[in-house]
């Protein structure tokens, strides 16, 4: 399988302005700092990681909808930093993106219509084809009635309304869509219908997937590959199978170990690993490994001088922490955590 995608260090840092009359840059956030990521034509790949850790940043950036500061972004062979004006519009066309909130990024005054036809014009895919019928067809392959074209999105449920969100994605018969916390606004019986529902689409256009969530259990089913953000970078990565049952990072440990499996033997054994600490500001990110400050493995001092790189420890398994291997044979055990940062146990009388 070929890579569509390949990013190399990307890096998205925003200025943090202050001042009255003089404009003055004080410092930035480093929303990707670094990031290596490659997309395999045909695959979904899961990007996860709690809020704020750049996920959609990363999106927005190989997107160029937000420019990047650094780093190589290769899209089918072509370095999209070379690309200015009407092919940049062109490549733009094969690179779509899927919205978390439907409401906010579909235009209310739009009909269903008008915003499906705006990308197909704007792309000059309207020239010699029945567009009343590849509108038809659009909605038949989200699973929205005919009927709908002459509607407005207020008109629609949140479930409908992603869909007109993919279908306004699809238009343009995309290569590659990002899906931005696609179902994270919707009630979890309509989840589950959305997710199918990319899916199907994705085996019937040759689609391949960036999908963005906070929730491990989000991508599980659906993706091929996963990888996990902290702090800009990402920690992680590994085929979806593994990543669950063979989880190597401190972190992705502890993501894991907050959710509750079924099967009661499972759960009985399942390690619980508290993460003391709060999520550090992506302005002042901590030295060496970022997640130092709140790893019950870390080790001095090391762990807090040297950023460990993201390296491959089995074929197809990455991991960035200088001490993978110890931590997962049990040479290094977790550090018991400190009682102050411990709630206190409230006992019922
Ligand atoms: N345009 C911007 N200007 C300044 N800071 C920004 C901008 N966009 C994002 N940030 C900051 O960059 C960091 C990463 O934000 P981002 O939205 O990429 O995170 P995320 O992982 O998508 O989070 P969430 O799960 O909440 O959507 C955050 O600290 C955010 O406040
Ligand atoms: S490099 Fe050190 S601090 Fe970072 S995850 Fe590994 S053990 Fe923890
Ligand atoms: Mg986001």
Redesign the pocket.
């Known amino acids: 399988m070929t890579n569509l995608v390949e990013i190399e260090d990307l890096k998205v840092h ?1 200025p ?1 302005r202050r001042g009255l009359f003089v404009d003055r840059v004080v410092g930035h ?1 480093y ?2 700092d670094g990031v290596d990521l490659s997309i395999r034509r045909g695959e979904t790949y899961g990007l996860v ?10 999106g ?1 950036g190989l997107l160029r909808l ?1 420019e990047p500061t650094g780093g190589r972004m290769v899209f089918d062979g072509t370095d999209l930093a070379t690309l200015k004006g009407e092919d940049l519009r062109r490549m733009r066309r094969r690179m779509q993106m899927v919205f ?1 909130d439907p409401l906010s990024s579909l235009d209310p005054r739009q009909s269903v219509e008008s915003i499906l036809v705006e990308g197909i014009r704007v792309h000059g895919l309207d020239k010699g084809v029945d567009l009343g019928k590849t509108l038809r067809d659009l909605l038949t392959s989200v699973g929205l009635p005919h009927g709908s074209l002459r509607k407005y999105p207020h008109e629609f449920s949140g479930g409908q309304r992603q869909r007109i969100g993919i279908a306004r994605a699809l238009a343009v018969r995309p290569d590659l869509i990002v899906a ?2 696609p179902v994270s606004a919707l009630d979890v019986s309509v989840q589950a219908q959305v997710i199918n529902l990319l899916e199907d689409l994705q085996g019937e256009f040759g689609l391949t997937y960036l999908v ?1 969530a ?1 929730d491990l259990a989000v991508v599980r089913h659906i993706a091929d590959r996963v990888g996990v ?1 902290y702090l ?1 970078g990402i920690v992680e990565e590994a085929p979806a199978h593994e990543l669950y049952t063979d989880p190597l990072h401190p972190y992705t440990r502890a993501l894991l170990s907050a959710v509750p499996v079924p099967d009661p033997v499972v759960e009985d054994r399942r390690e619980r690993i508290l993460l003391t600490g709060d999520l550090p ?3 002042a990110p901590p030295a060496g490994c970022r997640f130092h400050t709140r790893c019950p493995w870390k080790q001095a001092t090391r762990c807090d001088t040297e950023r460990p790189r993201l390296r491959a420890v089995e074929s197809g398994h990455k991991v960035a922490c200088h001490y993978a291997e110890q931590i997962r044979s049990g040479e290094l055990r977790p550090h018991s955590v400190e009682p102050e940062l411990v709630p206190e146990l409230v006992l019922d009388p």
């Open positions: 925003f943090i956030v929303a990707v990681g709690e809020s704020g850790c750049g996920k959609s940043t990363l927005r937000t978390q931005d916390e963005i906070h953000m800009g500001s992506p302005a």
